[in-house]
């Protein structure tokens, strides 16, 4: 079983590659280790579209959670 230090989780959805890259810049320069997956399919255009999550590791999530909340908010 994975510890929470490496186990990833998704933060939040991106709705293309582009949201999603800044959305892991911006919580890498608060030093949270981040990155997304599903870039490829977010592309194609067909009736259910792809999406982009933004992983981080388990301990991080709260930390990364607030972050992104103070960007939108």
Known sequence: MAAQHDRLV?????????????IVSLLKEYGIKATSTGGLTAQFRAEAPGVVEVLVTQDQLAAANTIIAQQNG
Do not use: C, Q, S
């Open 10 to 22: 998704t933060v939040t959805t991106a709705a293309d590659e582009l949201e999603g890259k800044l």
